[in-house]
């Protein structure tokens, strides 16, 4: 057999193409189940990012259960999830055109259960025993910042009652098995989910009001996630109070740490409806954590804490629904897509019922993620998964090193995913190496890893990223003179800043990313407009601190070409962001391209979009290094080039 021949890094043919991306690809998410059907949101880029809800019988029969127009999201925090709900048969979701919560019952036409108005909801349970949903709601209709309650709505007459109020937000109201309690948690300015939360439980009434609450677990400084019933009436949360999201079971006067050990069982809440555990039809919790990027699941007993591992071939597991010894997750590979998985938890047996890619990817051209831990500044460390070319009908001329994409993932509190993606292969098929780094401040390491961007936001996971390629560079994986970074969202700030303060990267891209900060401490959502006082410090007294960290307001010290992706309808970055920093770059000529879309917010959902974005990144990258990418691109204009 022969050897590939020798060709240029960035010019290799490939089988993943941005339009198989595009229209091979949609989302996942919002697993759950009713009785023994299983249910699953998908947002098809080839419907215009349409969300819609789907069900798969014990027959194995798909069906959609949201007809169009219908689009199921939730804008509550703007990021939404816990859009929808079926329970007994019954469906409930949330149009994302009026923010109306719809109910249908199986073989019928929707029907509006809320009114018109600037009312959004989220987080939706049944309440049976009283004939309501309750659920999470976020009241713009008074002006200034929305107020958010937890309150029920009459499934007959429609009829509001407010259960809990007078915090800055609510999530996961969940009902005891006997209807008499209501859990929830509540936080406040200037917290994030993940920085502190509180626990509380309210007696329910026979009419459904509320009392008292009582403090259950959680503080400023302790991180509770996901409260559930057990069947006798305790309730397990997760707690980062020891370092690390573990899990407990509290009868209301004590609890306990059923599974004491470094790995998190928790998640960065930035949505509604997240869920790494389940509780069995025996009692036993099936509860997925992350050690050092990767996570596992385990059966976990929670009256004798006996542990035992469920082996399956995923390293990441998300969105755990149980019921009876049938559960469905969300769950992906290296090797593997994130696939909407039936598990059968007596005997440990799987099928993948949807996934989220249909392009059937050759193993002989998948890049598999290397995990790295390097030191960083400081004498620190961090940590990413590296990706190299892979391509088997290809190899680099003697002594050319692979050109490095550094990708800083966003949040910035979240962390990047293991999962087989095909836009990381799209890269790594052409001749290109990945690098997705973990920075300081992500999740799945632990409180003090994730609090160790607190105050250096800017500089931190910029260090992390710097020495990163440095890093690669100096093992001969990558070469030195193509380093480039992109990011979206807060991964694009981080790629903006690194390509202003320091002069490694050749090249960036940055989606939907943040080049002003002071803008974005002014013009921003209720969910994140303390965020920064955090990660940088409270505005306007830190203002000083802005400035400085502010790519825009030092795009004299820019001297690399860059290219902007950015969503017109997006209110968590506004375009402005993106607009600005375009009009420095011109000013300064160097090169810059910038790709608007319209009808697009935070994180394209549009099929077209996908692949004019991938497609423009790399003709962008072939004219900054002189190479001619494989196939036929649109153009791109890219000014002062």
Known sequence: MMDPPNTPCGTWTSPVTAASISAGSMRLGSVFMDGESRYWLEGRPQEGGRNVLVRSTVAGVFEDLTPAPYNVRTRVHEYGGGACLVAEGEIFFIHDADQRIYQKPMGASPRALTDEGA?????????????????????????????????????????????????????????????SWLSYLVWDHPRMPWDGTELFVSPLADNGDA?????????????????EWLADGDLCFVSDRSGWWNLYRSNGASDV??????????RPQWVFGMRTYGVTGDGRL???CCRKGAWELHLVDPDTGTVEPVVLPFSDIEDISVSGNAATLLAGAPDRPTAVVALDVSDGSW???????????????????????????????????????????ATPPENEKPPLIVIGHGGPTGATSTTLRLPVQYWTTRGFAVFDVNYRGSTGYGRAYRTALYGVWGVADVEDCVHAARYLARQGLADHDRLIIRGGSAGGYTALAALTFHDVFKAGASYYGIGELEALAKDTHKFESHYLDQLIGPYPDCRDVYAARSPLNHADKLTCPVIFFQGLEDKVVPPNQAEMMVGALKKKRIPVAYLAFEGEQHGFRKAETIRRTLEAELYFYGRVFGFTPDGEIEPVEIMNG
Do not use: M
């Open 119 to 179: 009312r959004r909801y989220a987080d939706l349970v049944v309440d049976k025993t009283r004939r309501r949903l309750v659920c999470v709601c976020e009241d713009h209709s008074a002006g200034g910042e929305p107020v958010n309650t937890i309150i029920a709505v009459g499934l007959d007459g429609g009829e509001v009652n407010t259960l809990a109020s007078g915090h800055d937000f609510y999530s996961n109201p969940r009902l005891s098995a006997d209807g």
């Open 211 to 227: 009392g008292e609450p009582t403090l259950i677990a959680g503080g400023v400084s302790e991180s509770v996630f996901q409260p």
């Open 257 to 266: 740490n059923l599974f004491p050990v470094e790995a998190e069982f928790g």
């Open 286 to 288: 099936l509860a997925a």
């Open 351 to 393: 099928e993948v019922l949807r996934t989220s890619a249909v392009l059937d990817l050759n193993h002989a051209f998948v890049s598999l993620p290397e995990p790295v831990r390097f030191e960083t500044a400081a004498g620190q460390h961090a940590h990413g998964f590296y990706y190299p070319p892979k391509n088997p009908n």
